[in-house]
Each structure stands twice: as structure tokens, then as C-alpha cells.
T-cell receptor, first 110, second 113 residues
Framework: AQRVTQPEKLLSVFKGAPVELKCNYSYSGSPELFWYVQYSRQRLQLLLRHISRESIKGFTADLNKGETSFHLKKPFAQEEDSAMYYCALSGSSNTGKLIFGQGTTLQVKP | DTAVSQTPKYLVTQMGNDKSIKCEQNLGHDTMYWYKQDSKKFLKIMFSYNNKELIINETVPNRFSPKSPDKAHLNLHINSLELGDSAVYFC????????????FGPGTRLLVL
């Protein structure tokens, strides 16, 4: 079964501290993985996807197939990073269907 | 320019009523989706249409009926509303294909009393 697990509902850090939002997935094939973010009063938007291997707003995520993980990291958190973060998986069916994790609220304190 | 828009933004209604939520995208995408976000903020896909054709229907009750008059619009009609239908409903669109970015609407917050 396809599943995405984000074990932390809330992650609270101080400004300047490193951040790691955990994401584990369950999928038998080769998944495409994404991180979407929802800032307060804004719509859900793509933060990054693993095929692009890019860094957006200082965030990076590496796909670890051995550990079936796609953790999101940032070395120095900023207050404006406070938001809800969703890890999502798209399988190989080409339907575009996204399976989302439960979401993690990141709170960056001053 | 708003890429994906939904109306209404808020919807408060009584149990048993029928209501519709509209979604429009001006991105020229072929694929559109409806997601439901429950009170615990969990997002789950409900439907997906590609070029007006239904391609995903995720065991959603028959009371929910999506309609796509053209590829830029995907409306959601809900019959006989129940308390458990209270949620935020998000529309999204993307180009067709694997791993395409999905662009989300602002959401419609539905409250059934």
C-alpha cells in the first residue's frame, strides 16, 4: 500500500537552529516525492521535488531509498519558515495522484 | 492573475442540503483534482479529471459528483450534506504526466450544521 508518514505533528525550533522535518514512505515502485508548504492564509504550494534536486528557500531534501525517507532540512531556520509542511508521493500510474502525509507544523520562534 | 480559483470561499449550510463548489484554472492544464482536508489537516485526494474525463475516484460517497464542463473547470456537487462533510475542499490542477507540480486553489471551507 502507498503511504506517507510524517511522525511529527508539530516541530518547534528557535530562529537560527537547524530544522529537519521527517518523512517516510511506503511504495513498492520508484516514487516521485515532493514537499508542499502552506503558509498562514496562503494556498498550498510546491516547495521542492526530489527529481529537481534543487534547494528552495534554503531547504533541501534527499531521497533515501534504503530508508524509504525524504526528510526536509534547513541549516538555519527563519521565522518566515513557520508554516504547515506536507510530504507527498506520486506513484508510477501517471495519473498525477498525490498521497500526502499528515503534515507537520513548523513553528520558528524568535 | 489567479491561477486556480474556487468559489465560494466559505459555505455554511444545513444537513440534507445540496451544494456546489466551483473551480477554474487559467493555466492551460489538462488535469484537475479535488482534495479534502479534514479537521486534523489531513489531505486526501477525492477525484481527478484529465481533459474532462474522470481518471481517479477514491471511494468517495455517491453523494459527491464532480463535473467538468471543459478542461478549465472542475466543479464539485454534494447532495444530502452530512455533518462529516465539514472540511476544507481544495481544487488543484497540473499538466498531465508523472511528477508534475500541482497548483492549488485557496480552498473552500464547508461547514455543515
Amino acid at each position: 500500500a502507498q503511504r506517507v508518514t510524517q511522525p511529527e505533528k508539530l516541530l518547534s525550533v528557535f530562529k537560527g537552529a537547524p530544522v529537519e522535518l521527517k518523512c517516510n514512505y511506503s511504495y513498492s515502485g520508484s516514487p516521485e516525492l515532493f514537499w508542499y508548504v502552506q503558509y498562514s492564509r496562503q494556498r498550498l504550494q510546491l516547495l521542492l521535488r526530489h527529481i529537481s534536486r534543487e534547494s528552495i528557500k534554503g531547504f533541501t531534501a534527499d531521497l533515501n531509498k534504503g530508508e524509504t525517507s525524504f526528510h526536509l532540512k534547513k541549516p538555519f531556520a527563519q521565522e518566515e519558515d513557520s508554516a504547515m509542511y506536507y510530504c507527498a508521493l506520486s506513484g508510477s500510474s501517471n495519473t498525477g495522484k498525490l498521497i500526502f502525509g499528515q503534515g507537520t507544523t513548523l513553528q520558528v520562534k524568535p | 492573475d489567479t491561477a486556480v480559483s474556487q468559489t465560494p470561499k466559505y459555505l455554511v449550510t444545513q444537513m440534507g442540503n445540496d451544494k456546489s463548489i466551483k473551480c477554474e484554472q487559467n493555466l492551460g492544464h489538462d488535469t484537475m483534482y479535488w482534495y479534502k482536508q479534514d479537521s486534523k489537516k489531513f489531505l486526501k485526494i477525492m477525484f481527478s479529471y484529465n481533459n474532462k474525463e474522470l481518471i481517479i475516484n477514491e471511494t468517495v460517497p455517491n453523494r459527491f459528483s464532480p463535473k467538468s464542463p471543459d478542461k478549465a473547470h472542475l466543479n464539485l456537487h454534494i447532495n444530502s450534506l452530512e455533518l462529516g462533510d465539514s472540511a476544507v475542499y481544495f481544487c488543484a490542477s497540473s499538466r498531465q504526466g508523472l511528477a508534475e507540480t500541482q497548483y492549488f486553489g485557496p480552498g473552500t471551507r464547508l461547514l455543515v450544521l
